[in-house]
């Protein structure tokens, strides 16, 4: 059983600053990561993913996402956020070598970007 | 572009009374699921299939049923509504895998 934990409930900052928003993850075998956005009122949006191969991934928006198998860890950055980007961010994991795409979601995080 | 459309968009049902909701997809992908939202528990999955006739539990399934009548359509019934239903429910669809989900808009359900 995987479980993904997200520490912080809540995350202020403005516009302009950086920030990270973090995910922990915990399973045995080999899984895939993903991040999902969900703005107020609105269905889950796809940010990125890491399946294999380059830790640093790219998504849409200028997000990344870095993946460390020895933290066990998938945190989520933006160098300099909008206020548009005030949301629901959700860290998702799912088991490789299967084909349910069954996703176990943290609990996630909101973010408040200040003009 | 993906499409995941849900209806109805709010419901308001009865103690023991049936609901039925409806998820339509034109993505032409083999897998859906059913997730809900609850506040402090993030998404959580009921429900999933790989194609039409097939329905699969999830985490969480007690209380509810799925139908998957064609590659478009997956439905989650609640034959006995009860309050601790109250929810936000979401369908997705995806290829499966390692693939990403897409998610319809969501049903708020409020079970008086």
């Known amino acids: 059983t995987q479980t993904v934990s997200q520490s912080d409930a809540h995350v202020t900052v403005f516009e302009g600053d950086s920030v990270e928003l973090r995910c922990n993850y915990s399973?045995?075998?080999?899984?895939?990561l993903s991040w999902y956005i969900q703005h107020h009122g609105r269905g889950l949006q796809f940010l990125l993913k890491?399946?294999?191969?380059?830790?640093v991934v790219q998504g849409v928006n200028g997000f990344e996402a870095e993946f460390s198998k020895s933290d066990s860890s998938f945190h989520l950055r933006k160098a300099s956020v909008h206020w548009s980007d005030s949301a629901v961010y959700f860290c998702?994991?799912?088991?490789?070598?299967?084909?349910?795409?069954?996703?176990?979601f943290g609990h996630g995080t909101i973010l408040r970007v200040h003009p | 572009e993906a499409a995941v459309t849900q209806s109805p968009r709010n419901k308001v049902a009865v103690t023991g009374g049936k609901v039925t909701l409806s998820c339509n997809q034109t993505?032409?992908?083999?897998?859906m699921y059913w997730y809900r939202q609850d506040t402090g528990h993030g998404l959580r999955l009921i429900h999933y299939?790989?194609?039409?006739?097939?329905?699969e539990k999830g985490d969480i399934p007690d209380g509810y049923k799925a139908s998957r009548p064609s590659q478009e359509n997956f439905s989650l019934i609640l034959e006995l509504a009860t309050p601790s239903q109250t929810s936000v429910y979401f369908c997705?669809?995806?290829?499966?895998?390692?693939?990403?989900?897409?998610f319809g808009p969501g049903t708020r359900l409020t079970v008086l």
């Open positions: 997705a669809s995806g290829h499966g895998g390692a693939s990403e989900q897409y």
């Open positions: 399973y045995g075998g080999s899984i895939y």
């Open positions: 890491y399946y294999s191969g380059n830790p």
């Open positions: 998702a994991v799912s088991a490789t070598g299967a084909n349910t795409g069954k996703l176990t």
């Open positions: 993505n032409n992908h083999n897998n």
């Open positions: 299939s790989y194609g039409a006739g097939s329905t």
